[in-house]
């Protein structure tokens, strides 16, 4: 077997690690924006953090320095919509909220209020990961949004989303 077909059947497991579909929203003075993200991962029970994987490319790396809050929304496993919304991207000065149903709670960055849930959290700090960097968020405040089952995610390979 050459090394080519060994990589492409460690690239095709790598892909079958599940992982949910997430709206991670920020606001930056009146400025707010969100994007789609995918690996998203509990990392510490006290205090309650979040690991958020993002490529070092994102603009919005600019709004996420130590200290700064964003909100996590967990999406629902029938919310495909925001998928398509999101997925694409928005530059920093485009709204990116636009007709979606949002709440601001105690001046947060947006939450998406048919979201399944939605976590707020501070940037507790960031770790360099390949081509991407890794945003240890610190939850300081969520709730449960509906009943429902969040999205599960399984990519075909492990060599892009």
């Not at 949910?20 to 930056?28: N, P």
């Not at 790396?61 to 919509?81: E, H, K, M, P």
Request: hydrophobic share 40%; glycine share 10%; net charge negative.
């Amino acid at each position: 077997m050459s090394d080519g077909d060994e990589r492409k059947r460690m690239i095709a497991a790598l892909g079958r690690i599940p992982s949910g579909l997430f709206v991670l929203t920020v606001r930056h003075g009146d400025a707010e924006t969100g994007m789609l993200a995918s690996w998203v991962q509990q990392c510490s029970f006290e205090p309650p953090q979040i690991s958020v994987a993002l490529k070092r490319d994102r603009d919005v790396w600019a709004w996420l320095s130590d200290g700064a809050t964003f909100t996590l929304n967990i999406l629902d496993d029938s919310q495909t919509d925001m998928i398509g919304h999101f997925g694409r991207g928005f530059a920093l000065t485009e709204p990116a909220f636009t007709d979606l149903p949002v709440e601001r709670p105690d001046g947060a960055a947006p939450v998406l209020t048919e979201a399944l849930a939605y976590l707020v959290c501070r940037v507790a700090g960031r770790l360099s990961a390949g081509d991407h960097d890794l945003l240890i968020g610190q939850v300081v405040g969520g709730a449960m949004l509906s009943d429902g089952q969040p999205m599960i995610h399984v990519r075909k390979n492990g060599s892009h989303y």
